[in-house]
């Protein structure tokens, strides 16, 4: 069992930037492959951007690919998402999310095990 917490979501103009973060406990965050989602009003939760157990693969949706960077410190149990020149079209919750299989496209809700609560995003124009 582990438990995410995500923060570092906010209000930010467009073109800024913010870095959320998505501590992990009760099991080490390198036992996991770990993604990002996010949710806008009205719409399914959809992939951000995921990161391999051991961090080599990285993998984005086309939308953020050049904006967003996925990262992981193993050392402190914690993923990012370091997010640039935001866009109105960005504005969500986002999710954290650990998934335990050994094989995956990391890409797939169905693929993740844990979820975060959630953290929100805006972009004002």
């Known amino acids: 069992q582990v438990q995410l917490v995500e923060s570092g979501g906010g209000v930010v103009q467009a073109g800024g930037s913010l870095r959320l973060s998505c501590a992990a406990s009760?099991?080490?965050?390198?036992?996991?492959?770990m993604g990002w989602f996010r949710q806008a009003p009205g719409k399914e939760r959809e992939f951000v951007a995921a990161?391999?157990?051991?961090?080599?693969?990285?993998r984005y949706v086309d939308s953020v690919k050049g904006r967003f960077a996925i990262s992981r410190d193993n050392a402190k149990n914690t993923v990012y998402l370091q997010m640039e020149s935001l866009k109105d079209e960005d504005t969500a919750v986002y999710y954290c999310?650990?998934?335990?299989?050994?094989?995956?496209?990391?890409?797939?809700?169905?693929?993740?095990?844990?979820w975060g609560q959630g953290t929100q995003v805006t972009v004002s124009s």
């Open positions: 999310a650990a998934s335990t299989r050994l094989e995956a496209t990391m890409t797939s809700r169905n693929e993740y095990d844990y």
């Open positions: 009760g099991r080490i965050v390198s036992n996991y492959h």
């Open positions: 990161i391999s157990r051991s961090g080599v693969i990285k």
